[in-house]
């Protein structure tokens, strides 16, 4: 049977409405083929929001945006279908809202609620406020923006107090307080030359000490183990009985000075007894007269003894002074 050329056109026009309603629905989000679950929710508001944007649960696309429309003439609300695209179970109590990301794309929030009752094809949604994420950082950073147009203002302040009080003869001071600064820096690389700087010398002199220490190695090694051959016969050394014979030594002492403070003994006598401390010292200046009178008239004492003479001088009665002998009879 052949087929005419109308029926062919005929065939070609159908199969093409065909495929650019079913295109237009997919681009829409809306799949012919499949029955889908759609829902509803109620915005005063919707923003960014769009046809064909995501709808998402958890972070999770499970719908699109289908349609949208007015609810009256007054715009008093605006009802907004959704085509679910996963079948999901969405509690009663969920609500709705419209949310921004930061590079802008807007998409419908679902969160999920606690119930155990689930919405069914046709139901609404429960909404609450939209908002965005860039309301959200705009609402937090308008304070902040606030505080830094105030610092900013204070900055101005500051800076124009700064220009006044930095004027010539302030200015000149700065400069001569780096110039000032550029002769210490020099002055600081001179001490740190590599090479004729002072801490070059100290380094040197340093290293010539490390290098006579090393050369001396074997005599400070030698010295010291002299010290420690002396401390280990110190230490071996039988301390304890020396130190109880200067013990003894000392209570000895103590003894001794006890006496002196007693009657006991000569000494004690001789520091308590006044009496006996004027007797002795009036016979020992007797003897000192007697030994001063043999010495000034000795004539009289061996002259009476060897030729039976008398000396008609009489005795002293006091001691004599030293140069008080002539000079013949010293000989």
Known sequence: MKISNETKVGILTIVALTLLIVGFNFLKGKNVFNKEKHLYAVFSDLGSLRKSNEVKMKGLPVGVIYDYTEIDKNLSGVIVTITMKRDVNIPKD?????????????????????????????????????????GDVKAQI???????????????????????????????????????????????????????????????NANSITNNLKKNNDSITATISSIKRAADKFSGLEVQPTL???????????????????????LGLLMKDRKLYDQLNSILLGIEILLDDIRVNPKRYTGSLIFNRKDKTGPLTSPAKKDSIPQGKQK
């Open 244 to 266: 109880d014979t200067l013990k003894s030594s000392i209570n000895e002492f103590k003894n001794i000075l006890s006496k002196f403070n007693t009657n006991e003994g000569t």
């Open 94 to 134: 969920s609500k709705a809202t419209i949310e921004s990301e930061l590079l802008g794309n807007t998409y419908m929030n679902i969160v999920q609620g606690l119930s155990t009752e689930f919405l069914q094809d046709g139901d609404t949604v429960v909404t609450d406020r939209a908002s965005s994420f860039l």
């Open 142 to 204: 308008t304070p902040t923006l606030s505080s830094v147009r105030g610092a900013i203002d204070s900055l101005k302040i500051v800076l124009g107090g700064l220009n006044r009080l930095f004027d010539k003869d302030t200015k000149g001071n700065i400069s001569e307080i780096i110039r000032n600064l550029k002769q210490t820096t020099g002055n600081l690389n001179k001490i740190l030359d590599a090479e004729s700087g002072a801490l070059a010398t100290t380094l040197n």
